[in-house]
């Protein structure tokens, strides 16, 4: 139907309204083709009964209606007013009714045009009007039967009537597939887009988590045989006799590692994730609290902060956001808590909700591939956080029951460096 009127495309239709022509397929095509052979036809068959018959008393006036019809059918097709305006396209039907109505009067072959205006009808008036209109149509075709011949038979009624219905039948039918049609299509572009955000996301955490593991290579390899050979080279000093030739060497190998040193944890603290590039991860975890789009979460320090290897934070803070997500999406919580407390020997980090909690069992026999898990997450996420706890060698913890909140907890050991700035 015409979406200018309010209502759905329909192939039978000639003219085209509103946002752009739809590409017409050779279906469309064929029906609109078929739709104007009809009327054609249909007015020509009118036409030669009249001239030939000699059953019409005025066949000039009929071939003068029938073009009528013809030239203001053939007017409305090509005019663009009608394509976009309700008003123009009820005068348009009001005018092809008119000379419809002229040849009905003259010539009993008239009523066979009924069955085009149906369609047009049902394609151009909103369902309010259109269904009237086609009744209005029946009836003047069944009056003109009955005025035009001898006799009274069933079929002057059901003929006209059997037309109406079909032509109702077939466009809300035809409504009904163009609706289902756009749904489709709405649903594959819905598809399409979310595929694409999709892989934009993949991308994007792909590209996270190679940055957080050459991080963690750099730490783990490169800063730290650096900072064993300064040692090494700061212990060589010290046993050097004074005023041995190799001492201004050694003190520039010990410059030149101390120098490599810094370089490499530059290169590991630009591979941190934003989140922490301008903050500690105090800062960080306090704006992931005041960010979260779900239950209400309250930050907490506990302990003396202390500095933190990169890895260590970067591992800290994926744990919060995982955890938090989890909570978000599965917990159904009104109120979660995230607390980093540093003490002597290890820092640890909490995530507690109050929301319908889990199996933890469960959870774990999806993680080794067993059953069915409970849906939070599908353990993966517990997963990566257990698995970044042991890469930094400390540990991870799940306390959760059904209708009785979730807690996680992740603990990792100061390194040596950082008890002793703490102290």
């Excluded at 909103?126 to 009744?135: C, D, E, Q």
């Excluded at 779900?294 to 320090?301: A, D, E, I, K, N």
């Amino acid at each position: 139907m015409n979406p200018a009127l309010g209502l759905g495309p329909h192939p039978l239709s000639l003219p085209r309204t509103g946002g752009g022509p739809r590409p017409r397929t050779p279906v469309t095509l064929a029906l609109r083709l078929c739709l104007h052979v009809l009327l054609a036809g249909l007015l020509a068959l009118a036409v030669v009964k009249a001239l030939t018959g000699g059953t019409v008393a005025h066949p000039a006036g009929v071939t003068a209606a029938a073009a009528a019809m013809g030239g203001v059918y053939a007017a409305g097709t090509l005019s663009p007013a009608v394509a976009r305006s309700r008003r123009a396209a009820a005068w348009w039907l009001a005018a092809l009714g008119a000379c419809w109505l002229v040849l009905l009067a003259l010539s009993p072959e008239g009523l066979w045009a009924a069955f085009p205006l149906y369609f047009l009808q049902l394609h151009l008036l909103p369902t309010r009007w259109a269904l009237p209109a086609v009744l209005v149509t029946a009836g003047a075709a069944i009056a003109s039967f009955l005025v035009h011949s001898a006799r009274i038979t069933p079929g002057s009624f059901i003929g006209p009537l059997l037309g109406a219905a079909v032509a109702v039948a077939t466009v809300r039918g035809y409504e009904a597939l163009y609706r289902e049609s756009e749904r489709r299509r709405e649903l594959i572009d819905e598809l399409m887009a979310t595929r694409a955000e999709l892989a934009a996301a993949e991308r994007t955490a792909g590209t996270l988590a190679e940055r957080e593991r050459l991080a963690r290579e750099i730490h783990d390899t490169l800063a730290q045989g650096l900072s064993s050979i300064q040692l090494l080279l700061r212990a060589a000093q010290r046993a050097l006799p004074p005023g041995s030739p190799a001492a201004p060497h050694v003190e520039q190998a010990r410059v030149a590692a101390q120098d490599n040193l810094a370089e490499a944890r530059r290169f590991v603290r630009a591979l941190a994730p934003p989140d922490l590039a301008h903050g500690s991860l105090a800062g960080a975890l306090e704006r992931l609290s005041a960010s979260s789009a779900g239950p209400r979460v309250r930050f907490s320090l506990s302990g003396t902060p202390a500095e933190l290897p990169t890895p260590y934070e970067v591992a800290l803070l994926r744990v919060a956001q995982s955890a938090l997500a989890n909570t978000v999406r599965h917990a159904e919580a009104g109120r979660a808590e995230i607390t980093l407390t540093f003490m002597d020997a290890s820092v640890t980090l909490d995530v507690v909700d109050d929301g319908v909690g889990f199996d933890p069992r469960v959870a774990a026999r999806r993680e080794h591939g067993d059953g069915d898990g409970d849906g939070r997450d599908g353990g993966f996420g517990l997963v990566a956080m257990r698995s970044r706890a042991r890469s930094l060698g400390g540990t991870f913890t799940v306390e959760s029951s059904p209708g009785q909140g979730t807690a996680v907890a992740i603990s990792l050991p100061l390194p040596a460096r950082t008890k002793e700035t703490a102290a």
